[in-house]
């Protein structure tokens, strides 16, 4: 049983920046391949980024390339989403995610745990 723990959320204005971190419980997080989704008002939830067990691979979804950074620190137990140059569209409530298989995955439906969210709002 792994539970999942979002902060970080808050209302920042477009183009600016915000630091999203998950912290997990339990003593095999390393054990996980984590990922971050979201969820935006009146749409379904959607693949942000994942990460490998160990953190060495990366994945992003096509509208975040370039300004979100997924990373992890297995010591600390916490995934964490650096977002940058942030837009109004990526306004939505963010969700992460721990997968006991060993590649990354994207769709949520290979995801084991989720953490209860945390919102993002960007200002235009």
């Known amino acids: 049983q792994v539970q999942l723990v979002e902060s970080g959320g808050g209302l920042v204005q477009a183009g600016g920046s915000l630091r999203l971190s998950c912290a997990a419980s339990g003593r095999t997080f390393s054990f996980y391949s984590m990922g971050w989704f979201r969820q935006a008002p009146g749409k379904e939830r959607e693949f942000v980024a994942a990460?490998?067990?160990?953190?060495?691979?990366?994945y992003y979804v096509d509208s975040v390339k370039g300004r979100f950074t997924i990373s992890r620190d297995n010591a600390k137990n916490t995934v964490y989403l650096e977002m940058n140059s942030l837009k109004p569209e990526d306004t939505a409530v963010y969700y992460c995610?721990?997968?006991?298989?060993?590649?990354?995955?994207?769709?949520?439906?290979?995801?084991?745990?989720w953490g209860q969210g945390t919102q993002v709002t960007v200002s235009s």
């Open positions: 990460t490998s067990r160990s953190g060495s691979s990366t």
């Open positions: 995610a721990a997968s006991r298989t060993a590649v990354i995955i994207t769709s949520q439906n290979g995801y084991d745990y």
